[in-house]
């Protein structure tokens, strides 16, 4: 049809023209994500990456009471064969040792080595700067305030059914 005009485009939701970053949920991904990378680089530097140091501290903080796999993967929200991915790598760094042979579907206890507190202990250095208010670009006060808010995130993200529900 000639001179026909287009239906006008659709507006756009009401937050599309302010762009994401007016939204608190976008800004908190974002920052999350510039975190786990200061995180990551700075374990890096000393050896470790995250998975590898949670579970190094899970197995410190067990004490001399072995783990199991499972109940590691669990507590990291991974699949069992992630962690036995995870583990094996941490075997062969010397940093944990597995009680008997690995099978399928047997409980498998884990325990720390002399050499994986080693390794867990060379990160205190870089906890301390990143435990720093200053790292974040926060005040001591604003830090505080920042940890209560994203631990009543994290409570509200857990206990949201999600959509449809």
């Given at each position: ?18 762009g994401p970053d ?7 991904a974002r920052a ?89 202990d060379s990160a ?42």
């Amino acid at each position: 049809m000639v001179g026909a005009q287009a239906d006008p485009a659709p507006e756009p939701p009401e937050w599309v023209p302010r762009g994401p970053d007016h939204l608190p949920a976008y800004v908190l991904a974002r920052a999350g994500t510039a975190v786990d990378d200061l995180f990551a680089r700075h374990l890096g530097a000393v050896g470790l990456r995250p998975h590898t140091f949670v579970v190094l501290v899970h197995l410190v903080r067990a004490g001399t009471e072995p783990l199991t796999s499972a109940e590691l993967a669990r507590r990291l929200q991974m699949t069992p064969q992630s962690m036995g991915a995870l583990l094996h790598g941490l075997v062969e760094a010397g940093w944990v040792e597995r009680a008997g042979e690995v099978r399928r579907g047997q409980r498998v206890d884990v325990r720390v080595t002399p050499a994986g507190r080693e390794a867990l202990d060379s990160a205190t250095p870089a906890l301390a700067h990143l435990s720093r208010p200053e790292t974040l670009g926060l005040t001591a006060e604003e830090a505080g305030t920042l940890h209560g808010l994203l631990q009543r995130v994290l409570t509200a993200i857990a206990a949201d059914p999600g959509p449809g529900a």
